[in-house]
C-alpha cells in the first residue's frame, strides 16, 4: 500500500462545477498537508499549504484535512477551463527540519467550456 | 516566471556517464529542493537543503549527489546512470514566513540516458 493513495482521474466536469479532489494516507506522522497544480510540460505550483487540521480558503480553492480519517480533500468552486491541469496531493512530516515531501500519483481534471 | 532557473533544459547522455544539474534559487530564499518525476514514479522528492546543510532526504539513489552552495545555488549530481533514470527532474525554493510558506518551481532539466 502507498503512503498516499491518489485517483489519477482523468475527471472531467462543466464549466461553473465544483469539483472535489481527495487523497488518502497512512502515516500518522505527516503534519504538512499541500496541493500542487500542475500544467502540462510546466513544472509544479503550490496551491495551499495547510498545518494539521482544518480548513484554508483561498479564493475559489479550500483545502480541508481529516486527520482522524486521514482524509485530505481540495474543493474548487466555479471551475473554469484553465483550473484544467493535473493536481497533485502532498504530505509531510516534520521532524528533521526539513519537508520530507510524499506526492500523490495526481488527478488529470478537465474543464469543458 | 517563477523566478527559480534550472540548466539546462534537457540533456540526452548514455547509460553510465555523469551528469551535473544546476539550479539558482529565487532571491533570498534559502532552501533548495530536487524532486524527479517521471511516468512510472509520480513525482518524488529527493533532498532539501537549507543554507548550505542538507535538512530532508528523500527517495534519493546513492549514485546521485546533491549540494548548496554558498551563494545558495545548488547542484545535483547524477553518476553511473541507467536508463530508469531519464525523467523530468525539477528544482524549487522556499521562504517561511510566520504562518507563511511559498514554494516555487524551476522550469526543469529533461533528461533523456540512451
Known amino acids: 500500500q502507498k503512503e498516499v493513495e491518489q485517483d489519477p482521474g482523468p475527471l472531467s466536469v462543466p464549466e461553473g462545477a465544483i469539483v472535489s479532489l481527495n487523497c488518502t494516507y497512512s502515516n500518522s506522522a505527516f503534519q504538512y498537508f499541500m496541493w500542487y497544480r500542475q500544467y502540462s510540460r510546466k513544472g509544479p505550483e503550490l496551491l495551499m499549504y495547510?498545518?494539521s487540521s482544518g480548513n484554508k480558503e483561498d479564493g475559489r480553492f479550500t483545502a480541508q484535512v481529516d486527520k482522524s480519517s486521514k482524509y485530505i480533500s481540495l474543493f474548487i468552486r466555479d471551475s473554469q477551463p484553465s483550473d484544467s491541469a493535473t493536481y497533485l496531493c502532498a504530505m509531510s512530516p516534520w521532524g528533521t527540519g526539513g519537508f520530507k515531501t510524499i506526492f500523490g500519483a495526481g488527478t488529470r481534471l478537465f474543464v469543458k467550456a | 516566471d517563477s523566478g527559480v532557473t534550472q540548466t539546462p533544459k534537457h540533456l540526452i547522455t548514455a547509460t553510465g556517464q555523469r551528469v551535473t544539474l544546476r539550479c539558482s534559487p529565487r532571491s533570498g530564499d534559502l532552501s533548495v529542493y530536487w524532486y524527479q518525476q517521471s511516468l512510472d514514479q509520480g513525482l518524488q522528492f529527493l533532498i532539501q537543503y537549507y543554507n548550505g546543510e542538507e535538512r530532508a532526504k528523500g527517495n534519493i539513489l546513492e549514485r546521485f549527489s546533491a549540494q548548496q552552495f554558498p551563494d545558495l545555488h545548488s547542484e545535483l549530481n547524477l553518476s553511473s546512470l541507467e536508463l530508469g533514470d531519464s525523467a523530468l527532474y525539477f528544482c524549487?525554493?522556499?521562504?517561511?514566513?510566520?504562518?507563511?510558506?511559498?514554494?516555487?518551481f524551476g522550469p526543469g532539466t529533461r533528461l533523456t540516458v540512451t
Open positions: 495547510t498545518y
Open positions: 524549487a525554493s522556499s521562504v517561511v514566513a510566520g504562518d507563511s510558506y511559498e514554494q516555487y
